[in-house]
C-alpha cells in the first residue's frame, strides 16, 4: 500500500467515524481501548453485553456499506 492509500483510507475512516452517532462513537473508542464488551455494556449502562455486541455488528454493517459507496 503507497503512502497515498494509506492516508485516503485513514481520511475515509476519521470521516466515517465522525458520522457515527455518539453512542457509536464512544463504543469504538471504548473498544479501542481494551474494554471488553461486558464492560462497556457496564459503562454505557446497558442490559447486557449482547447488545453492544449487536451495535458492534451493525457499525461494522454499515462501515462495510460506507466503503463500498462509490
Known amino acids: 500500500?503507497?503512502?497515498e492509500e494509506?492516508?485516503?483510507r485513514r481520511l475515509d475512516a476519521e470521516s466515517f467515524l465522525q458520522a457515527l452517532p455518539d453512542q457509536d462513537r464512544e463504543i469504538i473508542e471504548l473498544r479501542k481501548q481494551g474494554l471488553t464488551q461486558g464492560e462497556i455494556a457496564?459503562?454505557?449502562k446497558y442490559h447486557t453485553h449482547s447488545a453492544v455486541s449487536k451495535r458492534i455488528a451493525?457499525?461494522?454493517q454499515r462501515y462495510r456499506d460506507f466503503l463500498s459507496d462509490p
Open 6 to 8: 494509506s492516508i485516503f
Open 1 to 3: 500500500e503507497s503512502l
Open 42 to 44: 457496564e459503562h454505557l
Open 58 to 60: 451493525a457499525i461494522a
